[in-house]
């Protein structure tokens, strides 16, 4: 009978995705160099997360340790929310935000 995973499985379902996007991208003959095969698997991973395979998207939340708030406060510094999912379209934001240096604009 169908059944919900256990977060054990949903870990080893990303794991073993992530080993195929190793092999994958190790092997792709069309990257000319290490470094287009290392931004291939990075923008693949971003897919993943932002659920854009065969693995659903998933939440990624910031998750500061309690006493950083203040001590970026104390040090003049932002600190990191606890309340928010940056996902969902990280692998377009790669290259715009590395490739032009062009900011992510902030959503308002």
């Not at 291939?40 to 991973?45: E, R, T």
């Amino acid at each position: 009978m169908p059944r919900e995973k256990t977060k054990t499985e949903v870990q080893q379902d990303l794991i073993d995705h992530i080993w195929d996007l190793i092999e994958y991208w190790e092997k792709e003959s069309r990257a000319k160099t290490s470094r287009d095969k290392l931004e291939g698997l990075a923008h693949s991973i971003l897919n993943t997360l932002d659920g854009c395979s065969m693995l659903p998207g998933f939440a990624i939340i910031p998750n500061p340790h309690p006493d950083d708030k203040q001590y970026y406060i104390e040090n003049g510094e932002d600190w990191y929310p606890d309340n928010i999912d940056i996902g969902g379209e990280l692998a377009s934001l790669l290259f715009v935000y590395k490739r032009t240096g062009t900011e992510i604009e902030d959503e308002k």
